[in-house]
């Protein structure tokens, strides 16, 4: 079990959360999540001022059951400037499937199983007074240490470091 639970709160549609996304979480996860070091755990939390944040993460959550949140994820942050003009999502995201695969995801993101994941997010966001995606929760030793905002990856390995050591 890993010392540090990290908790990343998300919306596809927002440009803090790409950042995020493509500077820091990916060297976090490649250097201490891979290592059993910390739990990364993502989390939906879609700003009801994005209008396709939640088609997204939906998405995202029932690609996860395929097994494909990383490619899901990474393409959706990829190409946010254009899925979230357009809500084209389903057009971005099919080709990353098998025709079967694709079948499937479709019909996962209207189950009501993936609903209530996605909204099983939003609760915890709740839970821990979430302010702003991206937000990053960390638990270590029983508490909890919230850093909003787009926090780059030295200032968070640190942090982790920080934890582990203590």
């Known amino acids: ?14 440009p803090a959360c790409k950042n995020l996304h493509d500077q ?3 060297l976090v996860r490649s250097q201490y999540a891979d290592k059993g070091k910390v739990l ?10 994005h209008s396709f944040a939640r088609p997204a993460a939906l998405y995202s959550v029932a690609a996860s059951r395929l097994g494909k949140w990383d ?10 400037d254009s899925w979230s003009k357009t809500g084209s999502i389903e057009a971005l995201i099919s080709p990353l499937f098998t025709p079967a ?7 996962l993101t209207a189950s009501p199983e993936i609903l209530a994941e996605l909204e099983a997010d939003i609760r915890r966001g709740t839970e821990v007074r979430l302010k702003q995606t991206p937000t990053m929760v960390f638990t270590h030793k029983g508490k909890q240490h919230s850093a909003p905002g787009l926090v780059t990856f030295p200032i968070v390995s640190k942090f982790i470091d920080q934890l582990l050591a203590s």
């Open 1 to 14: 079990m890993a010392a540090v639970k990290m908790e990343v709160f998300s919306d596809f549609q927002c």
């Open 24 to 26: 820091t979480l990916h």
């Open 40 to 49: 990364m755990i993502h989390r939906d939390f879609p700003l009801p001022i």
């Open 71 to 80: 490619v899901v994820a990474d393409a959706l942050f990829k190409n946010q």
């Open 101 to 107: 695969e694709a079948k499937k995801l479709k019909a």
